[in-house]
């Protein structure tokens, strides 16, 4: 993918062309007004470090993972750690971020103690695993010094930073972009204080550290008070730096187009910072109800009917159970999926809805594709796009170890209604995943909450659906994609576990309406169709734009769908079977259900009538026998 300069140099070139009727999102109202002087076009990007256990690693990639996909950052930084001593983890989580995550790596190198064969090798491995981009530092000093002196050398063959580059560019050329270290806590020619001990710009430091704990000293002993002041001032910080203005005097720019947050590992404080500074929209079934409202005011398009009491109730339950990280989100959405990082993929824009809520699984099963759909889905049989049927090859998401499994998925269920539940309870945001999902309910998926729930509770098993829209314009904060100037198209979609008795009422639900079709498999192999003909491809999601092809990114194959169904039912037993010992009740239960169910996909072309979600209320009146 692009080296992470040349990013910055299109979204530099974006902010010199924005104009002031950019989109400015804000989670109230005094933010919007003291963001009123941000200029448009800035970006931001985070630092992470590899941690020091096989778990902690495990949580680490999971939060990359949702922070990538929920607040989009330019890219990502991964720390190297003294002396090497975190190498394997730090290419591990480059390599993960870049291929699974979706986001550009900047990969921390120090060149202390490395051999040249060293520094070659570890090249040559962020090369293969994607990464493109890497900060060139001398980094810390070998023990058992603590701090490097005048005239030190590394201790390897690169002696400095500058050595590192050279050395970078002689074998690579300009294959990795190149960052390299400055010097912020002053130059030694810098005017020294009175007493000629302390830089100015130190005290100048100093001084507003000062003023700083002075304020945080009256809540000292209030963790989160803490963290919201620090939030508020860093907050302050970034708002004043924006809305500086380059000096007059100069003769290029200096303003800053963007901050480097160093997380810590963390997630929340960073969210609030960038939800403050109106860089992020706030997910929640209120919000989301509101723009499909306005999407049927405007457009006078097919919206979704609520159950405004029980959506209220559900919105009250989210809001208690969710943090801000987990309802942020940025709303700038290249794709209705997030692409690859990967610079064998970028020209791929075309994926199956059925892997929709488990992205890096699709991801490793086609990972070593000679191309990737580009423009239209095509022949899912072309020696080109390789093979998706190699079940060892899909990703395996753990969903933590075997008890956090179990507080999820149940200690001991005993009846088909206890596996409803868990279903509804992650649709309502009360469980974080399921085996099928690894990620929480998608924002478009507010819109028909408490329906999905009630559905899933009747024992219609949601892995995959989308509400159906026409037109909605392409900069819609639930909905669009693309950017502006478009409008964006997508046929309503479910897909569920469902019994045999449920089966077959959902085949007499599709005969009588004309506008849909269904296609169902179980364990063993058995298929149903019903309303099909042939069965080709079907576009899912589609937008068109300005000066540009129709482009539609989500299909539905039916060949595809059935090897996802070897995957999805496979997962019965690899997550949440093997939970329990053999022959138990909630063993008998869960292989029961596995070996009976089938999976179901049901499509309604009907998207464009002015009626509600006719799919959803047919799926309703079914659930409900």
């Known amino acids: 993918m692009p080296r992470i300069i040349d990013k910055i140099r299109a979204v530099q070139y974006e902010r010199s062309a924005a104009t002031s009727d950019a989109d400015v999102a804000s989670d109230d109202a005094s933010n919007e007004a003291k963001n009123a002087m941000i200029q448009p076009g800035w970006h931001y990007s985070f630092e992470f470090f590899p941690p020091k256990t096989e778990a902690g690693l495990d949580n680490l990639l999971t939060r990359i993972d949702r922070m990538s996909r929920r607040l989009n950052p330019l890219f990502v930084s991964i720390t190297w750690g003294a002396n090497g001593s975190t190498l394997s983890r730090t290419l591990a989580i480059a390599s993960h971020a870049q291929r699974f995550a979706c986001v550009d790596v900047l990969l921390h190198l120090s060149c202390t103690g490395l051999t040249r064969e060293q520094i070659v090798q570890i090249l040559n491995m962020a090369k293969s695993s994607g990464v493109r981009n890497i900060l060139a530092l001398r980094g810390d000093p070998p023990p058992p010094k603590r701090a490097w002196k005048e005239g030190d050398v590394s201790g390897g063959e690169c002696d400095r930073a500058i050595d590192l580059v050279k050395l970078i560019r002689s074998l690579h050329g300009d294959y990795f972009g190149i960052g390299v270290a400055g010097h912020p806590e002053g130059h030694p020619s810098s005017p020294k204080c009175d007493d000629g001990t302390t830089s100015l710009e130190m005290q100048h430091l100093k001084d507003k550290i000062d003023a700083v704990v002075e304020r945080l000293e009256r809540v000292r002993h209030d963790d989160e008070a803490v963290k919201e002041i620090g939030c508020e001032i860093a907050a302050e910080m970034c708002r004043r730096i924006l809305a500086e203005r380059s000096s007059s005097a100069l003769e290029y720019d200096c303003s800053v187009h963007g901050f480097h947050f160093y997380t810590l590992n963390l997630e929340r404080s960073t969210t609030r910072i960038l939800v403050s500074l109106g860089a992020l929209d706030i997910d929640s079934p209120t919000s989301a109800a ?336």
């Not at 639900?509 to 298929?527: D, L």
């Open 290 to 625: 509101a723009a499909a409202a306005a999407l049927h005011e405007n457009n006078n398009d097919a919206t979704i009917a609520s159950e405004t009491n029980e959506q209220d109730q559900t919105a009250a339950r989210r809001e208690r159970k969710e943090s801000i990280s987990e309802k942020a989100r940025s709303t700038k959405r290249v794709l209705p999926w997030k692409p690859s990082a990967m610079e064998n993929r970028s020209k791929e824009d075309v994926r199956p809805i059925n892997w929709s809520n488990r992205p890096k699984s699709y991801v490793m099963r086609t990972d070593d594709w000679d191309e990737f759909p580009n423009g239209r889905w095509g022949d899912s049989t072309s020696p080109a796009f390789g093979e998706l049927s190699d079940l060892s090859h899909f990703y395996s998401f753990t969903l933590g170890c075997d008890d956090d499994r179990r507080a999820m998925l149940g200690h001991c269920p005993l009846h088909e209604s206890d596996v409803y539940e868990v279903f509804a309870s992650y649709v309502e945001g009360t469980v974080p995943h399921i085996p099928w999902c690894e990620t929480p309910l998608q924002p478009e998926s507010f819109l028909i909450q408490p329906q999905l729930a009630k559905l899933n509770r009747c024992g219609l098993l949601t892995v995959n659906s989308q509400p159906p829209v026409d037109g909605a314009p392409s900069n819609h904060p639930t909905f669009g994609w693309g950017g502006k100037g478009g409008r964006v198209y997508q046929r309503g979609y479910f897909e569920c576990f469902v019994s045999p008795d449920k089966t077959n009422r959902l085949t007499s639900m599709v005969t009588k309406h004309p506008s849909m079709i269904m296609y169902a498999v179980n364990n063993a192999g058995q298929e149903l169709r019903v309303g099909v003909e042939e069965g080709g491809v079907t576009a899912l999601t589609w937008g068109v734009f300005p000066n540009r092809e129709i482009l539609q990114p989500t299909i539905f194959d039916p060949d595809t769908f059935l090897v996802w169904a070897e995957e999805a039912f496979s997962l019965w037993s690899s997550m949440w079977l093997s939970l329990y010992d053999f022959g138990s009740e909630s063993y008998e239960l869960i292989e029961t259900i596995k070996d009976t169910y089938y999976l179901v996909a049901i499509i309604d072309n009907d998207y464009y009538t002015n009626e509600n979600f006719l799919l959803l209320d047919a799926l309703l009146e079914v659930g409900g026998k």
